[in-house]
C-alpha cells in the first residue's frame, strides 16, 4: 500500500523527547510511522515503542515499517491509549507523542472523503466505522450543524451554510464532497470566495465532529500525563487554535501550583507543579520545512516535562 506521510517537525519532536535507549514510548497517532520510526531506532534492548492508530490504513503501513525494531502496533484510538497500554503490560513510560489532524494520506487519498478539492463519497472518517461525514451533513437539524461549523470551524457563514445544506438536502441527499463543496461556495459571498477557497473551514468542522477530535483529544491529556514517569515528556503537534488552546490550557493547569487566593500571606494548599514547560512558547516549523511541505504551516508544537513530586 502506497502510504505517504511528512514527519511535522521531526527533529523537534525527537529533541522534545529526549529519548532515553532502553525508554518506553507512545506515538499515539502513528500513521505512516513516520515519527515513530525514528523513535524506534534510537531505542536498544529494554526500550519499546508502542505505536497506536485507528486508521486500518496507518495499521498496517505502520506495521511493516516498524517490524524491524522493538515497536507494537495497536488498533485503537490515542485517548484510550492507557488501556491499550496496560494490556501490553505498560503501566509507565518515558515519552508520549501526539501528532493531531488529519493525515497526507487521509487528504490525497480522495476516496476518504476529506478534501474538498475533487470528487468523492463524503466520508471523512478515520477509523473508516462508524458514522460519517454524508451522515452529519444529511441527518442533523439546523442548529446542529450551524453550531458544527461555528464551534469546529469558526466559520463566520455557518448559519447560512446550514440553511443551503437543510434546502439542498430536501431536494436529495448530499452524498459527495464536491456537492458540499458547491453548497459552501454558494452560501459564501463572492468577495470571500475570491481570497481563498471557503470550504476549508466547513471540511474542518464536519471533519472534527466525525472523529470527535476535540472529545477525544480532552479524554487523552489528563491519561498520557499521568502514565509519564518523572522526568518523562509529552509532545503534542496542533494544526488549529481549537486544539492548541486545549492544549495550551491543560499544560498550564499541570504546571500550576499553589491554588490559595492571592491574598493568603503564606500557602496552606500545599499544592506543587506536576510539570514544566519544555518550551514557554509553541514551536513552529521552520523556513526549510515550511518550502518542503506547506501543511507544516499552522502547525504548533508543545512539550512539557513531568515532575519529579
Not at 470551524?153 to 441527499?173: M, N
Not at 499544592?271 to 518550551?279: A, C, I, T
Request: one cysteine or more.
Amino acid at each position: 500500500m502506497e502510504f505517504s506521510h511528512y514527519s511535522v517537525m521531526l527533529s523537534e519532536c525527537i529533541e522534545g523527547l529526549d529519548i532515553k535507549p532502553d525508554g518506553i514510548y507512545i506515538d499515539g497517532t502513528c500513521g505512516g510511522a513516520g515519527h515513530s520510526s525514528e523513535i524506534a531506532k534510537r531505542l536498544t534492548e529494554g526500550g519499546l515503542l508502542l505505536g497506536i492508530d485507528r486508521d486500518p490504513d496507518a495499521i498496517a503501513v505502520a506495521t511493516e515499517r516498524l517490524a524491524p525494531y522493538s515497536a507494537k502496533v495497536l488498533k485503537g484510538n490515542f485517548s484510550d491509549m492507557k488501556a491499550l497500554a496496560l494490556a501490553e503490560g505498560v503501566e509507565k513510560v518515558d515519552g508520549v507523542l501526539l501528532d493531531l489532524g488529519v493525515s497526507s494520506h487521509q487528504l490525497d487519498t480522495l476516496e476518504r472523503g476529506f478534501s474538498y478539492h475533487g470528487d468523492a463519497p463524503l466520508d471523512m472518517r478515520m477509523s473508516q466505522e462508524g458514522i460519517s461525514a454524508k451522515d452529519i451533513v444529511n441527518n442533523s437539524s439546523y442548529a446542529e450543524l450551524s453550531r458544527i461549523l461555528w464551534e469546529y470551524g469558526e466559520e463566520k457563514f455557518s448559519r447560512k451554510i446550514a440553511d443551503t445544506i437543510i434546502k439542498r438536502r430536501e431536494i436529495k441527499p448530499i452524498e459527495t464532497t464536491s456537492e458540499l463543496a458547491d453548497i459552501i461556495c454558494s452560501s459564501v459571498p463572492a468577495k470571500f470566495r475570491r481570497e481563498k477557497n471557503p470550504c476549508k473551514k466547513s471540511f474542518q468542522a464536519i471533519r472534527i465532529a466525525v472523529n470527535c477530535e476535540l472529545e477525544e483529544l480532552n479524554r487523552a491529556l489528563d491519561d498520557a500525563f499521568d502514565m509519564l514517569k518523572p522526568g518523562g515528556r509529552l509532545c503534542i503537534i496542533t494544526f488549529h487554535s481549537l486544539e492548541d488552546r486545549i492544549v495550551k490550557q491543560r499544560f498550564a493547569s499541570f504546571c500550576k501550583g499553589c491554588t490559595c487566593p492571592p491574598d493568603f500571606p503564606v500557602c496552606v494548599c500545599g499544592n506543587k507543579p506536576r510539570g514544566r514547560l519544555v518550551n514557554r512558547k509553541p514551536i513552529e516549523a521552520t523556513e526549510e520545512e515550511l518550502a518542503a511541505n506547506n501543511r507544516s504551516h499552522s502547525a504548533k508544537l508543545r512539550i512539557i516535562e513531568k515532575s519529579d513530586v
